[in-house]
């Protein structure tokens, strides 16, 4: 692991809007019946909308739909 993923795993996840949360959250379970499928980061990004903290919603967005299955 390097770069910023590195940089960030010691640290707490930040928090999100729900709102936010919601739309990354629907994006992945439309596409979580796909098997190895990997969603874009400019597909989250437009899920997310401007000043998002993408990395932070996708993992929190994949967390509960890990909780959820």
């Known amino acids: 692991m390097g ?8 640290q707490p996840i930040p928090a999100v809007a729900p709102g936010v ?3 990354v ?3 992945i379970r439309k596409f979580s019946d796909e098997a190895a499928l990997n969603i874009d980061i400019a597909l ?3 899920a ?6 993408v990395f ?7 967390l509960l739909e890990g ?3």
Do not use: F, K, M
């Open 3 to 10: 770069g910023v993923l590195a940089q960030r795993a010691s």
């Open 67 to 69: 909780l959820v299955r």
């Open 48 to 53: 997310c909308g401007p000043g998002a903290d």
């Open 25 to 27: 959250w629907e994006l």
């Open 44 to 46: 989250l990004a437009g």
């Open 56 to 62: 932070a919603v996708s993992l929190r967005g994949s």
């Open 21 to 23: 949360l919601r739309s």
